[in-house]
């Protein structure tokens, strides 16, 4: 079993059940784990028992009252060293004290965060500003470069070979490099930014509240504000200098708010931080909006955002974090998207979630452009089991977006399944999977949409530590074709085993039929969302719901 994640006996949110067996409907019994208890394992996790353990004081819990304690967006797979074995839990996420030497990356995150919230921690030695500028890339497995020769749907001979592009491609080998399934090593690899840029989004506005109880300033009152900017401007962060950095209240209503700019070679990029938090009379439940912007440059080492479509090279990166926590249930809903210009216009919509229908355009220059993603997320915060879809669109021109459809089979995210596919675009997404496109950008290339997913099984191995999925477990496999099949009548070879040799697998014979094993119902007449819900997949609802239902 997946040892460092704890064993809770108090109620969890239902958790979607997903199967296992590349053709049953149903979940295979000798698939899902029961994992055994140790003593490790009993320790309690939630905000409520770790609170009690610790003995807070009054002032602690009250700081809990106007940050979001345990907020935090990360992939469920990834994991860090623990470095806060011998810490005391502080009740911001299940204490990584209670952790082996890796602990999920979203607990070691808002355990940092919760450091600097309490003054243990100073944002100097925490906060550094090159993480917002975390460029995430696919991982090695998902959509290689792909050698192909004479492919039977090219128009003439001068395109029947060639190299397909990278990111076109989805699953196409069964693991990574590292050993991880592909499927977890991909969702690993796009969440990887988002991680890195919520957790310094979050630390500078944590640091407002340490700061202004180590300076003396108490926070104010209702329809009052204080301003910090001299006092973050004295923790000395290296090339960052502090415009403005506020705190409101207004109606219950905390507001946070601050602009700094980073310096890079002379000039200054700005970045824009601001969350409005509404607690309760409970810490543990709360609603909020976090967002920010970050300016960078095309070309420039460290700030770059790449892509082809932005007439100029100045771009913004810029987020939404919408959320919700009922108790040990949290709710996401993440944007982010790379809009062309400085100084952009129009980034939010009337619910301040990135805009997704301000699209870059020769009447419209400062719209996204080159990237926008969705992440939503429905877990719970003691195991981060639950279920998860990623949407991103690689382009503005794009047809479709793609999609991971991800659940989990137990508590102890030990196993579970992911789909990966393709979707309506990002502006009318609700994230389902729709189908799957085997010939995006080679020869004849179609997008029409087939009744069909990649699918992989994904199952912890506590020996490697890695998530394992093999090819006997996973439905992967096509050919880039319109068909996704070939039919052994021509020439055609491409590079089946990411060699970068054609011929030199026993499969890559041009004389052998090829014929895909991507995951469809049996049921014909179900859709494919329809199908992966019987399955036991599950789309979460969102906090201001999906772009389709906007």
């Not at 700081?63 to 806060?84: D, E, I, W, Y």
């Not at 190299?163 to 196409?172: A, C, R, V």
């Not at 699209?359 to 400062?366: F, I």
Request: glycine share 8%; aromatic share 10%; net charge negative.
């Amino acid at each position: 079993m997946k040892v460092y994640l704890p064993i809770v006996s108090f109620t969890l949110l239902s958790l979607v059940g997903c199967g296992s067996g590349s053709s049953s409907e149903t979940q295979s019994p000798e698939q899902t784990s029961t994992p055994t208890q140790t003593s490790s394992e009993t320790q309690t996790t939630s905000d409520t028992q770790s609170d009690t353990q610790t003995n807070q004081t009054d002032e602690s819990v009250s700081k809990g009252l106007r940050f979001p304690k345990s907020l935090m967006v990360s992939s469920p797979f990834a994991t860090k060293v623990n470095q806060a074995q011998s810490t005391k839990g502080m009740g911001y996420a299940p204490s990584t004290a209670f952790y082996g030497p890796s602990v999920p990356s979203y607990f070691e995150a808002t355990e940092q965060i919760g450091q600097i919230l309490e003054g243990e921690l100073a944002i100097s030695d925490a906060f550094d500003v090159t993480e917002f500028y975390r460029v995430s890339i696919n991982a090695d497995c998902f959509g290689p470069q792909l050698k192909y020769q004479d492919h039977p749907e090219a128009a003439s001979s001068a395109s029947a070979s060639g190299t397909l592009p990278s990111g076109d491609l989805g699953l196409w080998l069964a693991e990574d490099s590292s050993g991880n399934a592909c499927s977890v090593a991909q969702v690993n690899a796009l969440l990887s930014g988002i991680e890195s840029q919520t957790q310094m989004a979050l630390m500078v506005i944590a640091s407002f509240i340490s700061v202004a109880d180590s300076e003396g300033e108490s926070l104010p009152e209702d329809g009052a504000s204080i301003d910090l900017t001299t006092y973050m401007n004295a923790q000395g962060i290296t090339d960052v200098t502090f415009d403005s950095a506020t705190i409101s209240l207004s109606s219950g209503i905390w507001v946070y708010a601050s602009e700094l700019d980073y310096q890079v070679s002379g000039d200054d990029y700005r970045i824009t931080i601001s969350m409005t938090h509404t607690p309760s009379d409970e810490e543990t439940n709360y609603t909020g909006l976090l967002q920010y912007s970050v300016e960078g440059k095309e070309g420039v080492a460290g700030i770059s955002w790449p892509g082809f479509n932005c007439s100029q090279n100045e771009r913004t990166f810029a987020a939404s974090l919408s959320y919700n926590r009922a108790d040990d249930e949290m709710n996401l809903q993440l944007r982010n998207a790379t809009l062309c210009g400085h100084s952009v216009n129009n980034i939010y919509n009337a619910n301040g979630l990135v805009d997704v229908d301000n699209t870059y355009s020769s009447s419209n220059s400062d719209g996204w452009s080159e990237n926008f993603a969705i992440l939503g997320a429905d877990f719970d915060l003691t195991s981060l089991s639950g279920s998860y879809s990623y949407v991103w669109q690689a382009g503005v021109n794009d047809s479709h977006s793609r999609i991971f459809n991800i659940g989990f089979n137990d508590t102890s995210l030990d196993n579970g399944e992911a789909h990966f596919g393709y979707g309506e675009q990002v502006t009318d997404t609700d994230g389902w999977i729709q189908g799957f496109i085997c010939n995006w950008a080679g020869p004849g290339a179609s997008h029409t949409l087939i009744s069909k997913t990649q699918r992989q099984f994904f199952e912890y191995d506590s020996g490697l530590g890695v998530y394992i999925g093999t090819e006997h477990r996973a439905n992967i496999e096509y050919a880039p074709t319109t068909s996704c099949d070939y039919d052994g009548t021509g020439s055609f070879v491409f590079d089946i085993d990411l060699s970068d040799v054609l011929g030199d697998n026993t499969l890559e014979d041009s004389s052998l039929i090829f014929t895909n094993d991507l995951w469809g119902s049996s049921d014909t007449s179900l859709a494919v969302p329809e199908a992966l819900a019987a399955r036991g997949i599950n789309v979460p609802s969102v906090p201001y719901n999906w772009p389709k239902d906007e």
